[in-house]
C-alpha cells in the first residue's frame, strides 16, 4: 500500500508539470480521485485541471471548479491560481472579477509572477469601490487561513 501511495505521488508529480495530462487513464484518475478524496491538495489540483481539460474524464467544468476550490482553500498556488481563471472565464462559476482578483492575489502571494500579472490586470478593470472589496477578501482568507489548521497541514 505504501508503495503504491508513493508512486501515485510521484504520478502527480509528472503529472501536474508536463502534458503527461493528455494520456492519463481511467485506473489513473480513479487513483487521483481516491486521493482527492482524503484530502491530498495536489490530486484536488490535478483533478480539477483533468476535468477542466476533459483529459480522461468528460469536460466538466463544475467538477473542476469542486476540485480546483479545494486545492485552493488549501493554499495550493497552481489551485488558487487556476480558481481566479475560472471566475475571470465564468467557467463552472459565475463571472467574478472581485473572486479572480482575490484568487490571484492569494497566489501571487506565493510568488506566481502570472498570477500577479493577471492580478493587476483586473484591477483597471475594477472601480475603487470593488477594489477594496477584493483586496480586503484575499486578506481575510489570508489571516483565516493563518488562525485554521487544516487537517492535511498536521
Not at 52 to 64: I, P, R
Not at 131 to 148: E, I, P, S
Request: charged fraction near 25%.
Amino acid at each position: 500500500m505504501k508503495a503504491m501511495k508513493y508512486f501515485l505521488l510521484a504520478l502527480l508529480i509528472v503529472i501536474s508539470c508536463s502534458s503527461v495530462i493528455a494520456q492519463i487513464t481511467q485506473d489513473q484518475v480513479k487513483d487521483l480521485l481516491r486521493l482527492a478524496e482524503q484530502g491530498n491538495g495536489k490530486a484536488q489540483y490535478v483533478l480539477g485541471a483533468i476535468y477542466y481539460a476533459g483529459k480522461g474524464v468528460k469536460k466538466d467544468y463544475k467538477k473542476a471548479v469542486k476540485w480546483t476550490r479545494l486545492a485552493a482553500e488549501q493554499g495550493n498556488s497552481k489551485g488558487q491560481y487556476n480558481l481566479g481563471t475560472l471566475y475571470l472565464n465564468g467557467r463552472g462559476v459565475r463571472k467574478d472579477y472581485i473572486k479572480a482578483y482575490m484568487w490571484f492575489s492569494l497566489s501571487g502571494m506565493q510568488g506566481d509572477k502570472a498570477a500577479i500579472k493577471e492580478r493587476d490586470r483586473i484591477q483597471r478593470q475594477l472601480n475603487p469601490m470593488e477594489l477594496k472589496k477584493a483586496q480586503q477578501l484575499a486578506n481575510h482568507w489570508k489571516l483565516k487561513k493563518k488562525t485554521h489548521v487544516t487537517p492535511a497541514e498536521k
